[in-house]
């Protein structure tokens, strides 16, 4: 692909000293990067072929607090190291940084080499396996919502995340004039990443103040989770470097609308798409209705790798493009899932439900087993609904809160089959913790309500 380096080309690169840092990254429980900086001729030279980090990175949280119950890594354990295993077909430079290339990493044991299971990485690998088994490709593509700023990162923190103006002033939902004046934030977001090898499509605005839209063509389903990872930190670099804030919250203000990732797939055999059948009706084959009723009737069960946050909840309300069933419908904005494309080689499945703050290589993989289980049990599809799907009163809801999500999880017997009892375990302790740190903070609103007249 263009924009993506081969190790020779970096080798080469380094030599004549225009490459000079190399980043050695892998996305983490919450899909932030971590990693390190590497001096580029040390990089080639020796730890192209590995390096170390220590494992608690893959059992924090997202203040980087170490929470006890991690069968994997705890302070009884001693918190020792994982192998950082460079994927070297996947180096790439980085135009926003000067002299900067960066390469991801598969997590490994440090003492037996064998990739560690719960590494978001690994978890979707896993289930892309068990369907190239079955014969299948899955191609995915990810839609990344976000918020723009007037402000930046450090002036917004020491104002106590008070003073947030976006960087808009209304909504500006595919508004030409408004992303015009956005442009010194969203052209070199667009630019840069498609020099770096992603497949960038558009850019928009989106349905209120200051919310952007990135859209990046479809590709192999881990393609697809590297290149939003990567697209998600360049956002926030590109726009802090131009003195901006760039927040992937769902929910940043109650009487704003929400921040979604909505996620499209199909599956394909030998480069031709298996969802379609041009004698069907919309142009569903059967297979592609046992994969979206695996799809559709797990939903509850992997919520959490859609939804993992407390806050992440606070999106789902009727009336704002965030769905709150789990239900189909034909390109219809109220449902949790969305048939796209009817009737065309380029008929897919939306999946509506993720929110803006998912790690896409967890959402995929989940929704990868929902399929495959569709699949191989041969599952029914119901019809779809039409009309107001908000209204639908027998319709299933979506959890409705972080802590019914952990339960669904937690008790989901399909999930622990696919993906394994430690995984599972892994990121219902993950889930818990969230709950936890949230319940024992006094918040604002509490006080505000009740401090004179409770």
């Not at 976006?166 to 909504?171: E, F, T, V």
């Not at 497949?199 to 389903?221: D, F, H, M, V, W």
């Not at 726009?239 to 499209?264: I, N, Y």
Request: aromatic letters at 10%; charged letters at 25%; glycine letters at 8%.
């Amino acid at each position: 692909m263009p924009g993506l380096l081969t190790f020779d080309d970096l080798k080469a690169r380094v030599a004549e000293g225009s490459i000079d840092t190399v980043l050695t990254v892998f996305p983490d429980m919450q899909g932030r990067l971590m990693g390190k900086r590497f001096h580029a001729v040390n990089f080639v030279e020796t730890s192209f072929k590995e390096t170390h980090c220590c494992n608690y990175l893959l059992a924090t949280d997202l203040e980087m607090a170490t929470p006890d119950g991690y069968a994997s890594s705890s302070w009884e354990k001693g918190y020792g190291d994982y192998i950082m295993a460079p994927d070297l077909a996947t180096i790439r430079e980085l135009p926003w940084l000067e002299g900067t290339a960066m390469v991801l990493c598969d997590i490994l044991d440090h003492h037996t080499h064998e990739p560690v299971p719960h590494a978001p990485r690994q978890v979707l690998k896993r289930q892309v396996d068990r369907l190239k088994a079955l014969g299948f490709d899955a191609m995915m593509a990810t839609e990344l919502e976000f918020f723009l700023f007037e402000k930046s990162f450090d002036d917004i923190r020491r104002s106590g995340f008070r003073d947030l103006t976006p960087i808009s002033g209304y909504n500006e939902d595919y508004a030409i004039l408004q992303t015009t004046k956005e442009e010194g934030v969203m052209r070199p977001i667009r630019n840069h990443l498609f020099a770096a090898g992603l497949p960038i499509e558009n850019s928009k605005g989106e349905a209120e103040t200051g919310q952007e839209e990135l859209n990046i063509r479809y590709a192999a389903a881990i393609d697809c989770a590297d290149h939003h990872t990567i697209a998600k930190n360049a956002i926030k670099e590109i726009a802090w470097q131009q003195g901006h804030a760039a927040t992937f919250l769902p929910k940043w203000h109650h009487d704003k609308v929400g921040s979604s990732s909505h996620v499209h797939q199909s599956l394909w055999v030998d480069g031709n798409p298996a969802f379609f059948d041009p004698d069907a009706d919309l142009g569903m084959s059967t297979l592609m209705k046992h994969y979206m009723a695996g799809l559709i009737a797990y939903s509850p069960d992997y919520t959490f790798f859609l939804a993992p946050y407390v806050n992440s909840y606070k999106r789902f309300a009727k009336g704002t493009f965030a769905p709150t069933k789990t239900v189909w419908s034909v390109d219809n904005r109220t449902a949790g899932f969305r048939l796209c494309g009817d009737g065309t080689k380029g008929v897919r499945v939306e999946c509506r439900i993720g929110g803006s703050d998912l790690n896409p290589y967890l959402a995929q993989a989940a929704m990868l087993a929902a399929g495959i289980k569709g699949i191989e049990d041969k599952m029914e599809l119901a019809p779809p609904t039409r009309g107001d799907v908000y209204e639908d009163a027998k319709a299933q809801d979506i959890p409705q809160t972080l802590r019914a999500a952990t339960e669904t999880l937690r008790n989901s017997a399909f999930l622990r089959a696919a993906m394994g009892d430690d995984v599972i375990d892994h990121y219902t302790r993950c889930a818990e913790w969230e709950q936890e740190e949230f319940d024992r903070v006094v918040t604002d609103w509490e006080i505000a309500r009740g401090f004179e007249r409770a």
